[in-house]
């Protein structure tokens, strides 16, 4: 069964930098889960697809909230993908989840059938 972790939220100011980690598990080829994505959520709005890394590895896809700023990367090896924020803004507050199994729209999160726990990401200014 195929599982994934997140981990490496935490409180930070404005203009700081957090590496969010996600360890997949359970996955015998890298094409059972297309692409790996991250999503972002806080009360009472909808889940927002904010970058995602294709199963190969070579196509990136960022929303334009974080354009520039995160950067999305796969260390397959270590079956973890990573999310690297920059600059962050108080508005990138929320609970960061890791997802797996899209392989139409990367920024659906219907499309995504594994969701990690999410962990929490607080900036302050």
Do not use: H
């Not at 334009?64 to 600059?87: C, E, W």
């Amino acid at each position: 069964q195929a599982q994934l972790e997140e981990s490496g939220g935490g409180s930070v100011q404005a203009g700081g930098s957090l590496t969010l980690s996600c360890i997949y598990s359970g996955y015998t080829s890298r094409y059972q889960y297309g692409y790996m994505g991250w999503f972002r959520q806080t009360p009472g709005k909808e889940r927002e697809g904010i970058a995602a890394i294709s199963s190969g590895g070579g196509t990136t896809y960022y929303a334009n909230s974080v354009k520039g700023r995160f950067t999305i990367s796969q260390d397959n090896a270590k079956s973890t993908v990573f999310l690297q924020m920059n600059s962050l803004k108080p508005e990138d507050t929320a609970s960061y989840y890791c997802a797996a199994g899209a392989f139409y729209r990367w920024d659906r999160p219907q499309e995504y059938n594994t969701w990690g726990q999410g962990t929490q990401v607080t900036v302050s200014s």
